[in-house]
């Protein structure tokens, strides 16, 4: 196969994962845990490896099988973004039962060792590795990549690269979440004998698996186009890498008595910023860098709800995930409306955010409309968009599935939940251009290599498409230029861009604030509400509705009281909604409520954001494995 044929063949194949990729019946597994355990339907046939791994087609559709357990629930098709990935500042879940010891309760960080999502989420995040790692035996041993022609040599390198990819990202999603892990990377031996291990050290399970991104990505190549997103590439490896280095130098839960958060010593700290900045520069300086910011924040949400593919490759990677078959953004993360004639079925918002991270934004910052729905849709019956009152839980508005047409079509037949089909973004090109910024900064404060005018530039490029061009020498170059603490808009800046996206837990884990955040953002949020917030705000907000009646005009939205009553008002040009104008009870109320969320994070250990191992895995890991951090 040329090496035009094999492009034209992967640019057929390979990402036709957003229709099929969960439908495969033929994923090819083995060692002693059967294909029947990773799929819901039997494979076709049995291939052993020295079949499946000569075979370039044979080899495409094991690799297509790693894929298709993405989407699953336990995966990236609910509970790593949503249930896992939230519980911070700016992204809570679960807020009407944040005590329970569920979805919720694993959320708000009151998760226990008899959870059964926990097994479920452990099962099958390790099923998926084990596929990957006989991917990778495979490959490495494949006559076709030690003696195939050029072309195909080629194309197994890419295979073992993705598998590589996909393995690190799995591994990071289990370490980042539970400690230490049992780890091996190699598939399962005929006789058992490496079934049952105990907790790895996460900076060796770390060490391994960046290496493995970086390894990979000399294997793969860029992202052709951005319909291929669906796909591991080039850009997301080196992402990866420099993502699992940040979250290496970073603070992390230790089994040390008190189970204290620390950071490595400060030479290893060092190594991996550096680590992180080479792997953000492999992919921000190669010229054939294909990724790229979209012209405006609102169109890159705009791209992933309505199944489009962005003309500037900003995303990534993203999961593909099926209309009807898999997939929870815009239902358990969205705008939230209720039972409609228009839209159909209602969609049970979980994920949301709130008063306190609605005013951390600046006045005229773009991103704020676009990310945060202090609204929902047809709550009193009314078929039109509603303001909350509620001011502790606001809902996203990046993923509004009001603008998926084929899901609404759908939805109005629906009688049980209707899987929305839009795919996760796993990393956005912004993600790269702020991690090599706070890298830069990192190493020119510590006596390292960095570059603050490229940090600078690097901020510069993500902030400046959320201002108009009146405010760019304001709000954007003299924002960035005459900053006295750099690294501190940095930080602010990933809240600002990455809401809802399960990005801000781990980013203030890394930094050693999740604890401190979360208290602000409590403390914050009840001065709000008891008018004691350090500058007044109204106590009703005024709105007007566009011409279509039922949508509210966000330019219109008044959150800082400073315009006064508008002219119009008596006569019904404009509406209002009780903001902060809240009775003693509501106060009191909204207060016990807000205590609530997050409890568990500091309820026995100071930031304990790490969730137990469930016990029937700690019963039958044969003595070795056990609980820690106080479980």
Not at 205 to 231: C, F, K, M, Q, T
Not at 334 to 342: K, L, N
Request: proline letters at 3%; hydrophobic letters at 35%; one cysteine or more.
């Amino acid at each position: 196969m040329s090496v035009s044929d094999r492009r034209m063949y992967n640019s057929k194949n390979r990402f036709k994962m957003k229709k099929t990729a969960y439908l495969l019946l033929s994923v090819l597994c083995f060692g002693l845990v059967s294909c029947e355990d990773y799929l819901d339907t039997d494979s076709a046939s049995y291939l052993s490896p020295d079949i499946v791994y000569n075979s370039i087609a044979y080899t495409d559709q094991a690799i297509l099988g790693i894929y298709a357990q993405l989407p699953q629930d336990q995966i990236y098709g609910s509970r790593l973004q949503f249930t896992y990935g939230s519980g911070s500042d700016c992204d809570t879940y679960g807020t009407s039962n944040p005590t329970d010891t569920k979805n919720s309760g694993l959320a708000n960080y009151n998760g226990t060792s008899d959870n059964t999502a926990i097994s479920k989420e452990w099962d099958a995040i390790y099923k998926t590795i084990e596929m990957a790692s006989v991917a990778i035996d495979g490959i490495r041993n494949s006559e076709l990549l030690k003696s195939g022609t050029v072309d195909e040599q080629a194309q197994m390198r890419e295979y073992l690269g993705e598998a590589l990819t996909l393995r690190a990202l799995l591994y990071f999603e289990v370490v980042r979440n539970f400690g230490d892990v049992p780890f091996k990377d190699e598939p399962t031996n005929s006789d058992g004998s490496n079934i049952y291990l105990p907790a790895t050290d996460r900076d060796e399970i770390y060490e391994h698996i960046i290496a493995d991104a970086e390894e990979a990505a000399g294997y793969l190549p860029w992202l052709e186009s951005s319909a291929n997103v669906e796909r591991v590439s080039k850009g997301f490896a080196y992402g990866l890498a420099a993502r699992m280095s940040l979250a290496c130098a970073g603070y992390s839960m230790r089994n040390l008595p008190g189970f204290p958060l620390k950071t490595p010593d400060f030479s290893v700290q060092k190594s991996y910023y550096e680590r992180a900045l080479k792997n953000c520069n492999a992919i921000i300086k190669d010229p054939n860098n294909p990724h790229g910011l979209e012209d405006t924040f609102a169109k890159v949400f705009d791209n992933q709800t309505q199944q489009k593919y962005g003309e500037k490759s900003e995303d990534l990677f993203e999961v593909g995930l099926g209309l009807g078959l898999s997939g929870e953004v815009g239902y358990t993360s969205g705008v939230r409306f209720y039972q409609s004639a228009i839209y159909g079925r209602n969609n049970s918002v979980q994920v949301v955010t709130n008063a306190y991270y609605l005013y951390s934004f600046d006045r005229d910052d773009m991103r704020r409309d676009v990310t945060i729905a202090p609204y929902n849709y047809n709550k009193s019956g009314t078929e039109k968009e509603e303001m909350f009152s509620n001011l502790y839980e606001f809902t996203f508005a990046k993923w509004d599935v009001r603008n998926l047409k084929a899901y609404i079509t759908q939805n109005k037949e629906a009688t049980n939940k209707l899987m929305t089909g839009i795919n996760w973004c796993i990393m956005r090109y912004s993600d790269v251009l702020l991690m090599a910024a706070e890298a830069n900064v990192w190493l020119a404060e510590n006596g390292g290599d960095g570059n603050l005018g490229e940090a600078r530039t690097y901020v510069k490029e993500v902030r400046r498409r959320n201002f108009s061009d009146a405010l760019q020498a304001t709000k954007v170059d003299a924002y960035v230029d005459n900053a006295s603490d750099l690294m501190q808009v940095i930080k602010d800046e990933r809240m600002f861009e990455f809401g809802g996206e399960a990005i801000r837990k781990f980013d203030l884990i890394r930094w050693g604030e999740l604890s401190q955040k979360v208290a602000e953002y409590r403390t914050t949020l009840k001065q709000m509400y008891a008018g004691e917030y350090e500058i007044t705000l109204p106590e009703l907000v005024y709105f007007k509705y566009n011409s279509d009646g039922s949508t509210i005009d966000k330019s219109s939205v008044d959150y800082f009281g400073e315009n006064g009553v508008p002219e119009g008002v008596e006569g019904k040009d404009w509406d209002s909604v009780n903001w902060f104008k809240k009775k003693d009870t509501d106060i009191a109320k909204a207060s016990d409520k807000i205590d609530a969320i997050l409890g568990g994070l500091d309820k026995v250990y100071y930031c304990r954001h790490l969730f137990p191992i469930h016990e029937s895995t700690i019963s039958s890991s044969q003595g070795k494995l056990s609980n820690s951090y106080g479980f």
